[in-house]
């Protein structure tokens, strides 16, 4: 069993399209990251989350904690956003994180 | 924002043979170094944790005499892989923690790098 679930697999989307990626967890967590891996493998820290909505020009993350789920928006998407994006929950007691398998998404022109 | 500077990007070598990867934190202090391996559509798997000036955590099942990890000082962390074999080819990422956790997200990412081993 995944202490971290992220669902789809994987997506492709027209550009332009609103998308969604959700992730839920089952253990408790200090703070949720999103991350997102580019085709040469080189990952960049999105967001990190430990309660409420963040938004980054056309990226937008939830979480709720009573529910142990977060959900990553891509607004207007772009081709340039086609990535793996994966979440990752960091233990309370800090230093450990759970990540997800990662969600592929093609955005195709 | 923080930067990790990881290097080789891609590195081949021979079976048997070691291989030195290198994380810098360019312009913070990574009080705590993460260093993790990532199979072809598999997730991050962390290898072990190392804080500056102490031994490594290695997680269950990762040879510590084979991944020697070194976090000499607060700017630098590195992982040789030592022996390498066609197994251990691989994608290999480190991840350091910032001493002022409220400065940027927490943790940063090096760019990851790509081990083939034949």
């Known amino acids: 069993k995944n202490e971290v679930e992220q669902s789809p697999q994987n997506l492709t989307a027209q550009e332009g399209e609103f998308i969604t990626i959700n992730c839920s967890y089952s253990?408790?967590?200090?703070?949720l990251h999103w991350l997102q891996q580019h085709p040469g493998g080189g990952i960049v820290s999105l967001f990190m989350?430990?309660?409420g909505k963040k938004k980054h020009g056309r990226l937008i993350a939830t979480i709720n904690i009573q529910e142990k789920h977060s959900s990553l928006h891509i607004t207007a998407s772009h081709p340039r956003d086609s990535a793996v994006y994966i979440c990752a929950v960091e233990l309370p007691l800090g230093n450990q994180f759970y990540f997800g398998t990662g969600t592929s998404l093609t955005v195709i022109p | 924002g923080a930067v990790v500077s990881q290097h080789p990007s891609r590195v081949i070598c021979k079976s048997g043979t070691s291989v030195k990867i290198e994380c810098r934190s360019l312009?913070?202090?990574?009080?705590?170094m993460f260093w993790y391996r990532q199979f072809p559509k598999q997730s991050l798997m962390l290898m072990a944790t190392?804080?500056?000036?102490?031994?490594?955590?290695?997680e269950q099942g990762v040879e510590k005499d084979k991944f020697l990890i070194n976090h000499a000082s607060l700017t630098l962390s590195t992982l040789t892989v030592t022996s390498a074999h066609p197994e251990d080819s691989s994608f290999y990422i480190c991840?350091?923690?910032?001493?002022?956790?409220?400065?940027?997200?927490?943790?940063?990412f090096g760019s990851g790098t790509r081990l083939t081993v034949v």
């Open positions: 190392s804080n500056e000036g102490s031994k490594a955590t290695y």
């Open positions: 253990v408790g967590i200090s703070a």
């Open positions: 989350l430990s309660s």
């Open positions: 312009d913070f202090q990574a009080t705590t």
């Open positions: 991840s350091a923690r910032a001493r002022d956790r409220e400065k940027n997200y927490g943790y940063t």
